[in-house]
């Protein structure tokens, strides 16, 4: 009994303890294991939301923090009666747009990718993707790409870009940087996040912690 008892209060004391690391990591913007960005630090003129209003200092939360804009989970961008609306990007328009986000706590080469960016990827658009440690020296770490009948492509769909800096950029990635390469019909962009790949100790954790919770019900 008293063995019993004793394990009952070690999982307790577990549990709490994966709760305070998941809530002192949040106040950190590292949110069950990814890290998201922080901040806007710049964008040009025609970024805006699926509705067409443009971004601006009140609206930058569009692309920050964990992924929001698709509340009911199916990866479909259009669900207008469920999902939200806060994405930002292009339309079909002007070229050379871009924007560039900012991570507090820099991205690192791990093992594996070490970047995903969820978004809505027009059959026909084209960008480019960029890291840099200071916002002045940039390396490229890849593109995104439209294909028509499949994701990226298919009309209406988020997709997760994901990106590996191995071999291509060993800093820590503080700035992360997206521009536009195409115009025309069907090469809108439009961002919902940018973040980390969930790092493996973190979902091993909470793999236990569920779990425990599970075994304890």
Same mark, same amino acid.
């Given at each position: ?18 709760? *305070? ?5 949040s106040q950190a913007a590292l949110i069950n294991g990814q890290n998201w960005a922080d901040s806007v630090t710049s964008y040009t003129s025609q970024i805006q939301n699926y509705g067409g209003i443009f971004m601006d200092s009140t609206t930058e939360f569009w692309v920050l923090g964990q992924s929001d804009a698709d509340r009911n989970g199916?990866? +479909? ?64 770490? &890849?593109?995104?790409? &439209? $294909?028509?009948?499949?994701?990226? &492509?298919?009309?209406?769909?988020? +997709?997760? $870009? ?23 019909? *069907? ?31």
């Amino acid at each position: 009994m008293k063995v019993k008892k004793h394990c009952e209060i070690l999982n307790r004391l577990f549990l709490f303890f994966v709760i *305070g690391v998941l809530a002192t990591s949040s106040q950190a913007a590292l949110i069950n294991g990814q890290n998201w960005a922080d901040s806007v630090t710049s964008y040009t003129s025609q970024i805006q939301n699926y509705g067409g209003i443009f971004m601006d200092s009140t609206t930058e939360f569009w692309v920050l923090g964990q992924s929001d804009a698709d509340r009911n989970g199916n990866m +479909y961008a259009w669900d207008w009666d469920f999902d939200q609306d806060t994405v930002a990007g292009w339309r079909a328009g002007d070229a050379g747009e871009q924007i560039v986000v900012k991570f507090d706590t820099a991205l690192a080469d791990v093992a594996g990718d070490d970047l995903v960016i969820r978004m809505y990827c027009g059959k026909t658009a084209n960008a480019s993707i960029w890291v840099s440690e200071d916002n002045s020296s940039w390396t490229s770490i &890849g593109s995104i790409a &439209g $294909a028509m009948a499949q994701v990226p &492509g298919t009309p209406g769909c988020l +997709y997760d $870009a994901a990106f590996d800096f191995a071999g291509l950029f060993a800093g820590s990635a503080s700035y992360v940087m997206v521009h536009r390469e195409t115009i025309g019909n *069907g090469s809108g962009m439009f961002f919902d996040s940018f973040a980390s790949v969930p790092e493996p100790a973190t979902i091993f954790i909470l793999g236990i912690g569920a779990a425990l919770l599970r075994k304890k019900k």
